[in-house]
Every structure is written in C-alpha cells, then in structure tokens.
C-alpha cells in the first residue's frame, strides 16, 4: 500500500507560487498520483493527476521525477480562495479501491 | 455544482436511534464511495460500490450498512452508533470505479453528531 507523507501546513503570501511536495517512497509501478483540494465543510475536489514527468492544467502544475518516489504540486500565483488543504492520493488503475489511501494532507494558508 | 448531492447536511442522532444518509450522483458514473472523515485524522474509505455490486468494505463496524440500489443512489444506515462515530460523511463518485485513477466527485457531506 502506497501511503503518502505531506507536511501537515504551509503558509504563503497571495501572489507567491507555491510548491507541496508529497513523498510516496513505495509507489508502485501501476500507481498513478491524484491530487486533491479541500475546504472547509466540503468533499475534497480534484486537482490533477499523473503518472511521470509534468502535467499542467489551468489549475496547477504537477512534477513527478523519474523514481516517482515523490511529487510536487504547483500552484502560480495564488489568492486567499486557495486557502484549502491539499491531499495526495497514490493508487492504481485497478477496479475496487483497497489502495487508496487519502493523508493527512496539508493545510496551505494564503495570507494577504 | 459537483453532481453529487447528499442528505441531510447535518445529523444529530443518540446511540439508540436509526437513521439513514443518502447520497445521489447526476453524472452518470459507474462507482460510488463512502468516506468518513473526522477531526484531525485522514479521510478513511468505508465502502466502494462499482455497477452496484460492493467491491471493498475496509473492515467498517456493523453498524454501519450500506446500500446501492441503483448506480446513482446510495445510503449508509446507521444504528447503535456510538460518540467516536460522530463525524463528516462524504460520498463520492467515479466514472469507471477503477481505483486510483478515477477522478472522484464528492458530495459536501453530512456532519453526524451522535450523543
């Protein structure tokens, strides 16, 4: 089971760029990485997905290196709305959901 | 507007009571979640239904029952709860229920407090 290591809160400045790296030391070769974005009071909502190298949406960027034992969400520029907490979530493309494990998350504060 | 709605939004209930949370995707999707989601811990994966058929139960309580009649409806029954029960309730959707890959849809949830 691919579990996930995020730093549990991050502060940044409106305007900033911001980088949340997960660690998923065990991933397996079958596994994709998922992440995710929640605020309060509300289910989580998705972000991006992928598998290696970089993917970028109008959202976010998302580089994984070539050992794919970690990954690093990227969000440009953000506002106070992006205050949230960002999960990471590795698992495979199989039916059934035995390997999706949602972490603690972290707690990404926007400050004005 | 996610397409997947849930009711009731908020549930107080005691230890004796039976109660029902029902959950309801408009998009089309072959596979539902239950999650439970309480202070201060990871969300935690309670039951997976793909083309309605209950493809993984990680080890939830009896108390906890779950059904899917259809592929867009599904309910968590709810009986003899106890206090450490009390928590956020999300229900997801996905279009292929395969795991990992699937993008989710959740719901907003319904926040239970059992007294």
């Known amino acids: 089971l691919a579990k996930t290591t995020q730093p549990i809160s991050m502060d940044s400045y409106e305007g900033q760029e911001v980088n949340i790296t997960c660690s998923h030391n065990?991933?397996?070769?079958?596994?994709?990485i998922t992440w995710y974005q929640q605020f309060p009071s509300q289910g989580p909502r998705f972000i991006i997905q992928?598998?290696?190298t970089k993917v970028t949406n109008e959202v976010a960027s998302l580089f994984i290196p070539a050992d794919r034992k970690s990954s690093t969400l990227s969000l440009p520029r953000v506002s106070l709305s992006d205050t949230a907490v960002y999960y990471c979530l590795v698992g495979p493309y199989q039916t059934g959901a035995n390997n999706l494990f949602f972490g603690t998350g972290t707690r990404l504060t926007v400050i004005p | 507007e996610t397409g997947v709605t849930q009711t009731p939004r908020h549930l107080v209930m005691g230890m004796t009571n039976k109660k029902s949370l029902k959950c309801e995707q408009h998009?089309?999707?072959?596979?539902m979640y239950w999650y439970k989601q309480s202070a201060k811990k990871p969300l935690e994966l309670m039951f997976v239904?793909?083309?309605?058929?209950?493809?993984e139960n990680n080890s939830v309580p009896s108390r906890f029952s779950p059904e899917c009649p259809n592929s867009s409806h599904l309910f968590l029954h709810l009986h003899t709860l106890q206090p450490e029960d009390s928590a956020l309730y999300l229900c997801?959707?996905?279009?292929?229920?395969?795991?990992?890959?699937?993008?989710?849809?959740f719901g907003p949830g319904t926040r239970l407090t059992v007294l």
């Open positions: 998009l089309g999707h072959n596979a």
């Open positions: 997801a959707s996905s279009p292929r229920g395969s795991g990992g890959t699937d993008t989710q849809y």
């Open positions: 239904y793909s083309l309605e058929e209950r493809v």
């Open positions: 992928g598998y290696k």
């Open positions: 065990n991933i397996a070769t079958n596994d994709y």
